[in-house]
């Protein structure tokens, strides 16, 4: 079975500042989805950014960019020039193209943003 | 505009009580989930349906029951078999195998 692991489970940064949230995942597939999803304390789901598992080049969304390794099966997220706005929680999320429609969660990592 | 909305957004249960949380879209959207989310912790699924009349069980379904009558709702009943249903709920739609949405969620607590 897949499975999503987040081992920061919190994360602090100064405005302006870089951080980087680390997510790595377990599958046998050759084929599948990664995300990055945002929920800040509205708790609302917001998506952050999506990669497909077939494509080498990484995924950018403005400010987020996302570092995908997958022989390493790594996907990290980069936040740049961090904003007040960016504290929230992020989940990694997995998703297989073939199977049972579900999507797999990490267990989140809180990030903190420092004026 | 398109969207996913639950209602409502508290909801209150008293012991031995059956309540249920509704869930809407008009994304066009074919799939339906359930989520659970804890304090401090990631979303569970609880059941999930692919398509108008049928519905499969999630990682934590016990306690819970879902129907899927109409393909723009998707209605969660957390019945009194699901002793500590204190949690977040959140519904969420999609095309399959593609992004997820989601909604607002619901707050549910017991009294």
């Known amino acids: 079975a897949q499975t999503v692991t987040q081992s920061q489970p919190e994360m602090s940064v100064q405005e302006a500042e870089t951080v980087t949230l680390s997510c790595t995942y377990d599958t046998s597939e050759s084929d599948y989805y990664l995300f990055w999803y945002k929920q800040p304390p509205s708790r609302q789901m917001i998506l952050v950014i999506r990669?497909?598992?077939?494509?080498?080049q990484n995924a950018t969304e403005n400010r987020f960019s996302v570092n995908f390794q997958k022989a390493a099966k790594s996907f990290s997220l980069k936040i740049s020039d961090s904003q007040l706005g960016d504290a929230a929680m992020y989940f990694c999320?997995?998703?297989?193209?073939?199977?049972?429609?579900?999507?797999?969660f990490g267990k989140g990592t809180r990030l903190h943003i420092l004026p | 505009d398109g969207g996913i909305t639950q209602s409502p957004k508290y909801l209150f249960r008293k012991e031995g009580q059956n309540v249920t949380l509704s869930c809407e879209q008009n994304l066009n959207h074919d799939a339906m989930y359930w989520y659970r989310q804890d304090p401090g912790q990631g979303l569970r699924l609880i059941y999930y349906?692919?398509?108008?009349?049928?519905?499969q069980k999630g990682d934590i379904a016990e306690g819970y029951s879902v129907s899927r009558e109409k393909k723009e709702s998707f209605p969660l009943t957390v019945t009194s078999a699901q002793k500590n249903p204190t949690a977040f709920y959140l519904c969420?739609?999609?095309?399959?195998?593609?992004?997820?949405?989601f909604g607002p969620g619901t707050r549910l607590l017991v009294l």
């Open positions: 990669q497909e598992a077939y494509k080498q």
């Open positions: 349906s692919q398509i108008v009349n049928d519905f």
């Open positions: 999320a997995y998703r297989s193209v073939n199977r049972d429609d579900k999507i797999i």
């Open positions: 969420a739609s999609s095309i399959p195998t593609r992004v997820q949405y």
